[in-house]
């Protein structure tokens, strides 16, 4: 795992990277195939048979990981169909009920603990395969706050299997990807950064996800999944095509030192630049306000992610905390505020100098 340390606002802050970022640690295995250790593959062990989907090949630097949709079964027991390939810093898992393949389920559960808020997540990859056109591939993190537990989830056949699970991703992603069997125990959902498209990359491409946020809390968990093909989707059981295979490298998260909205006295600052550290200038009539003691707030995180059935789901941002921006107050019509904004790994430092004037 890679580390940073950084001293913001006289305390020391540790912000995490995800374990194993260049892919290089193979010191596992499934069936005879090398596995990562820190990662896990959506390998499928049921009714007396492995089929791998997770696989090391040679990356942009040393080796990286290898995913791929592929056709599976068992014809002698009329067993078949196409798995999503994909790999998480969670557990992906598989149910049958007995041998009736209608019941069939998978998902993610788990995670890593973490209590960090990066601002974007950078990702190498490589998609390749003859539908690439036809089935979004997904880059996807999120974190939570507490334990999610349900009962049932959908199946191959529309209904839904009963099995239990803890921090499932459908039971955390319920604005976007959520448990259509209903969710028992509910969490909050602090993060997300979602990136899919239907898209085939021959050469290395490095694609940057945004992170959005939902709360201002820290989370206590994240978790983060690669996919080939479509999944997550809402259990992803068609639209899966043989072949479709994402590779993908040196991973990164990114940790800012911008604000993206700035609130003043519970307002909207529209004009505000966030990308300047020259002055600028409010006045307190465009914001409908009076002159009074000011109050300042830092917004980041804001946006909307669609899912694959259209609907949109709105992140608000969250508020910049004390160890994060700090506040130099002004006077009115005289010097301006100072405001100095730090990453949470230390990486960066920004100051705005905001002009207020009655």
Same mark, same amino acid.
């Not at 149910?95 to 069939?104: D, I, P």
């Not at 209590?115 to 089935?135: C, F, H, L, Q, S």
């Not at 990807?177 to 997300?192: F, H, L, T």
């Given at each position: 795992?890679?580390?940073?340390?950084?001293?913001? +606002?006289?305390? *020391?802050?540790?912000?995490?990277?995800?374990? $194993?970022?260049?892919?290089?640690?193979?010191?596992?295995?499934?069936?005879?195939?090398?596995?990562?250790?820190?990662?896990?593959?959506?390998?499928?062990?049921?009714?007396?048979?492995?089929?791998?989907?997770?696989?090391?090949?040679?990356?942009?630097?040393?080796? +990286?990981?290898? %995913?791929? $949709?592929?056709?599976?079964?068992?014809?002698?027991?009329?067993?078949?169909?196409?798995?999503?390939?994909?790999?998480?810093?969670? =557990?992906?898992?598989?149910?049958?009920?007995?041998?009736?393949?209608?019941?069939?389920?998978?998902?993610?559960?788990?995670?890593?603990?973490?209590?960090?808020?990066?601002?974007?997540?950078?990702?190498?990859?490589?998609?390749?395969?003859?539908?690439?056109?036809?089935?979004?591939?997904?880059?996807?993190?999120?974190?939570?706050?507490?334990?999610?537990?349900?009962?049932?989830?959908?199946?191959?056949?529309?209904? +839904?299997?009963?099995?239990?699970?803890?921090?499932?991703?459908? $039971?955390?992603?319920?604005?976007?990807?959520?448990?259509? +069997?209903?969710?028992?125990?509910?969490?909050?959902?602090?993060?997300?950064?979602?990136?899919?498209?239907?898209?085939? =990359?021959?050469?290395?491409?490095?694609?940057?996800?945004?992170?959005? =946020?939902?709360?201002?809390?820290?989370?206590?968990?994240?978790?983060?999944?690669?996919?080939?093909?479509? =999944?997550?989707?809402?259990?992803?059981?068609?639209?899966?095509? $043989?072949?479709?295979?994402?590779?993908?490298?040196? %991973?990164?998260?990114?940790?800012?030192?911008?604000?993206?909205?700035?609130?003043?006295?519970?307002?909207?600052?529209?004009?505000?630049?966030?990308?300047?550290?020259?002055?600028?200038?409010?006045?307190?009539?465009? *914001?409908?306000?009076?002159?009074?003691?000011?109050?300042?707030?830092?917004?980041? /995180?804001?946006?909307?992610?669609?899912?694959?059935? /259209?609907?949109?789901?709105?992140?608000?941002?969250?508020?910049?905390?004390?160890?994060?921006?700090?506040?130099?107050?002004?006077?009115?019509?005289?010097?301006?505020?100072?405001?100095?904004?730090?990453?949470?790994?230390?990486?960066?430092?920004?100051?705005?100098?905001?002009?207020?004037?009655?």
């Amino acid at each position: 795992m890679s580390i940073f340390y950084a001293v913001v +606002c006289s305390t *020391l802050v540790v912000a995490q990277q995800l374990p $194993d970022p260049h892919f290089e640690n193979w010191s596992d295995k499934f069936k005879s195939d090398v596995q990562l250790k820190d990662w896990h593959g959506s390998n499928v062990n049921q009714v007396g048979s492995k089929f791998t989907f997770m696989f090391q090949k040679q990356g942009r630097t040393g080796f +990286c990981a290898y %995913v791929t $949709d592929r056709a599976i079964g068992i014809p002698k027991l009329n067993l078949g169909a196409t798995g999503p390939g994909y790999m998480s810093l969670g =557990y992906p898992w598989q149910y049958l009920k007995g041998l009736n393949l209608n019941s069939a389920t998978a998902g993610t559960e788990g995670g890593i603990p973490w209590k960090y808020r990066p601002d974007t997540m950078v990702v190498w990859i490589k998609r390749v395969g003859a539908n690439t056109d036809k089935e979004d591939f997904h880059l996807l993190f999120y974190s939570w706050s507490g334990t999610a537990k349900s009962s049932h989830y959908k199946s191959k056949n529309g209904g +839904c299997t009963e099995t239990e699970r803890v921090n499932e991703e459908s $039971d955390i992603r319920s604005a976007t990807d959520g448990n259509e +069997c209903g969710i028992d125990q509910p969490v909050r959902q602090v993060a997300e950064g979602w990136y899919r498209a239907r898209a085939k =990359y021959n050469e290395w491409t490095q694609i940057k996800v945004p992170i959005l =946020y939902k709360s201002d809390g820290r989370p206590t968990m994240c978790n983060v999944i690669f996919s080939a093909g479509n =999944y997550p989707a809402f259990r992803a059981n068609d639209g899966l095509y $043989d072949g479709n295979a994402l590779y993908v490298d040196d %991973v990164e998260l990114i940790y800012s030192s911008r604000i993206d909205k700035m609130m003043i006295n519970g307002k909207e600052w529209k004009a505000f630049n966030p990308n300047t550290e020259k002055v600028q200038t409010c006045k307190l009539s465009e *914001l409908g306000l009076q002159p009074s003691e000011i109050k300042i707030v830092g917004m980041r /995180g804001i946006g909307s992610l669609t899912n694959i059935k /259209g609907e949109r789901a709105r992140f608000n941002g969250r508020k910049l905390d004390s160890q994060e921006m700090v506040v130099t107050p002004g006077e009115i019509n005289g010097k301006p505020w100072i405001i100095t904004v730090k990453a949470e790994d230390g990486s960066s430092t920004h100051t705005y100098k905001l002009k207020i004037e009655n």
